[in-house]
């Protein structure tokens, strides 16, 4: 039970982070955390699966599974339970094809917090 609490404290540690402004991360020379910064990397990566594409493609990818990753351990309200045998390529299309739907007005959001509430939307966890 302990390990849940601690996990559940770095997810959510990790929802704050995520939530940081672009200025706060341009500030710590990271990249930069808007929607349009991410998509070509994420269109990258469903060009080509296979080779891993980009190093944004990379970054796509690796954003994506990390908060795979978290998502079973998340509190109630933002968790989702994505299941393990869904292709990763699956995943990040429905991500893009949400997005793109929404676009331009989410150009500017967070990338990362947005793909949380998509996985949220598509893979609720049931109870």
Request: charged share 25%; glycine share 8%; with cysteine.
């Amino acid at each position: 039970m302990k390990a849940l609490h601690i996990a559940a404290a770095i997810a959510l540690a990790a929802l704050i982070v995520l939530q940081a402004a672009p200025s706060r991360a341009q500030a710590l020379d990271k990249p930069d955390p808007s929607v349009r910064a991410w998509l070509p990397g994420c269109r990258g990566f469903l060009e080509h699966p296979e080779s891993g594409g980009s190093e944004a493609s990379g970054l796509c990818a690796g954003a994506v599974d990390a908060l795979l990753y978290i998502g079973e351990v998340l509190e109630p309200d933002y968790r989702f339970c994505v299941p393990l045998r869904t292709p990763r390529q699956e995943i990040i299309s429905t991500i893009l094809e949400d997005i793109e739907a929404l676009r331009p007005e989410v150009d500017r959001q967070d990338f990362k917090g947005m793909v949380l509430g998509i996985l949220r939307f598509h893979w609720p966890c049931r109870e």
